[in-house]
T-cell receptor, first 112, second 116 residues
Framework: QKEVEQDPGPLSVPEGAIVSLNCTYSNSAFQYFMWYRQYSRKGPELLMYTYSSGNKEDGRFTAQVDKSSKYISLFIRDSQPSDSATYLCAMSRDNYGQNFVFGPGTRLSVLP | TAGITQAPTSQILAAGRSMTLRCTQDMRHNAMYWYRQDLGLGLRLIHYSNTAGTTGKGEVPDGYSVSRANTDDFPLTLASAVPSQTSVYFC???????????????FGPGTRLTVL
């Protein structure tokens, strides 16, 4: 079993839809949870960061962490064509960058 | 501000040849990382450096070497390329590995390498 699992998609939704992206993990020691967005032929860029459990909201984006289920989610409200990208989850047991574990990414297409 | 630059953008390399992928950051970040990204496998850490003069092995270090002579540069060398090293390579950097502050990684644009 991989340490971090993520449905690769592709996921296609109409503009304005609510998108739910998810990752599951097996290591109960993970405390730092991140979502990165990667446009085609570009490097990943950080979208959201959450420490431990709970929700975090930033504009149209909400990140949720459920440590009891080892499950994290990213919700995108009022999705836009510009949200079309690959979304990578990442997590770590500590704040040391060399210990970050990335999921394989979910490719999202928002259709106008 | 340029952030992180990588060179070349893409390269086709014959198996058995050597190559150095270049990475330079202008953010004065202490930590730097090299990842490879393969379809279905996500980003996997090759090597990292927490500060100039030190390096460490990541998840997939075999066939690669790095050096960190100064803060800004972190080259990745393939001594004798093999087809399984065909991938997209990303360099990243972060402020520090200090406890208490989130260690966001900033990524470069990537180098697409094909080994034939």
């Amino acid at each position: 079993q991989k340490e971090v699992e993520q449905d690769p998609g592709p996921l296609s939704v109409p503009e304005g839809a609510i998108v739910s992206l998810n990752c599951t993990y097996s290591n109960s020691a993970f405390q730092y949870f991140m979502w990165y967005r990667q446009y085609s032929r570009k490097g990943p860029e950080l979208l959201m960061y959450t420490y431990s459990s709970g929700n975090k909201e930033d504009g149209r984006f909400t990140a949720q962490v459920d440590k009891s289920s080892k499950y994290i989610s990213l919700f995108i409200r009022d999705s836009q064509p510009s949200d079309s990208a690959t979304y990578l989850c990442a997590m770590s047991r500590d704040n040391y960058g060399q210990n970050f574990v990335f999921g394989p990414g979910t490719r999202l297409s928002v259709l106008p | 501000t340029a952030g992180i630059t990588q060179a070349p953008t893409s390269q086709i390399l014959a198996a058995g040849r050597s190559m150095t992928l270049r990475c330079t950051q202008d953010m004065r970040h202490n930590a730097m990382y090299w990842y490879r990204q393969d379809l279905g496998l996500g980003l996997r850490l090759i090597h990292y450096s927490n500060t100039a003069g030190t390096t460490g092995k990541g998840e997939v270090p075999d066939g690669y070497s790095v050096s960190r002579a100064n803060t800004d540069d972190f080259p990745l060398t393939l001594a004798s390329a093999v087809p399984s090293q065909t991938s997209v390579y990303f360099c990243a950097s972060s402020v520090s590995t200090g406890i208490g502050s989130y260690n966001e990684q900033f990524f470069g644009p990537g180098t697409r390498l094909t080994v034939l």
